[in-house]
């Protein structure tokens, strides 16, 4: 697995020419736009509720003494926490959001790559959206359990520094299996690409990685995100899609 990772990171390093070389850059107008105004909103919200948040948190402190230290330390968890579940709901929400555009850059891909598509489910614009929101809907559930339990060990000494970095690994790999699935949607079916996915974890935890991290580049990073990370996703998945069927 850890050299899938390995290989899924590098991917990205030749995202750029891949780009330019097949004028890919129109297609990602319309995701890159959905992705900076729900990057937006998103930030809008976690500014607006963190002091709500943060009072339900400080009331917990019953004593008067430490009362307004604890308060704005309550105010920047509450931050913390929506900014960390609008992280979650962004990457579900641009990537269901963007399905029906994405699926003509992988194509392009693969038929660069390729020489020929191997695989056409010849959906429409709204059957590919409606995959779109139905495996993000299925990922943001899983994710979400997944994290709950995750925040909880968080709360315990030492074992919260591991949680921090399990977390961050369970996001990255749902960011991966998102860009996987534009091009797994033409080749298998909803169940089947599911297990493509776990079969490749490594690919879908390397990609997500760098997508986490692109988020950290302010306003550029939200911008360019998604045609790197689908680039690189979709060359490395037509790869592994290859390997599978030799």
């Known amino acids: 697995m850890i050299k899938n990772i390995a290989l899924a990171i590098q991917a990205y390093f030749g995202a750029f020419g891949l ?3 097949l004028r890919l850059w129109k297609y990602f107008a319309v995701p890159m736009l959905i992705s900076f105004f ?7 919200t976690a500014y607006g509720l963190s002091d709500t948040i943060g009072s339900h948190i400080a009331r917990v402190w019953v004593w008067h003494w430490g009362k307004e230290t604890v308060a704005l330390i309550s105010n920047i968890l509450g931050g913390l926490f929506i900014v960390l579940i609008g992280l979650i709901l962004y990457k ?3 990537m269901a959001l963007s399905a ?3 699926s003509p850059v992988s194509e392009k891909i693969e038929k660069h790559l390729l020489g020929t598509l191997h695989g056409s489910r010849n959906t429409t614009f709204a059957q590919q959206l409606w995959r779109g929101v139905r495996i993000n809907i299925r990922n943001l559930s899983m994710e979400l359990l997944l994290t709950i339990p995750i925040l909880l060990l ?3 000494p030492i ?3 591991f949680s921090t970095i399990l977390l961050f690994f369970v996001q990255a790999y749902y960011a991966g299996f998102g860009n996987m699935d534009y091009t797994l949607e033409r080749h298998f079916k909803y169940s089947e690409s599911i297990q493509f996915v776990k079969n490749h974890r490594g690919l879908a935890i390397g990609n997500g990685i760098v ?9 550029i990073g939200v911008i360019l995100v998604l045609p790197f990370s689908v680039t690189a996703a979709s060359v490395k998945t037509i790869e592994a899609l290859q390997i599978k069927n030799k």
């Open 19 to 21: 780009i330019s070389q």
């Open 38 to 44: 729900t990057a937006i909103l998103i930030g809008v």
């Open 92 to 94: 579900h929400i641009i």
């Open 100 to 102: 029906p555009f994405m």
């Open 154 to 156: 968080g709360l315990i």
């Open 159 to 161: 074992i919260g520094i």
């Open 211 to 219: 997508f986490m991290f692109f988020l950290l580049i302010p306003i």
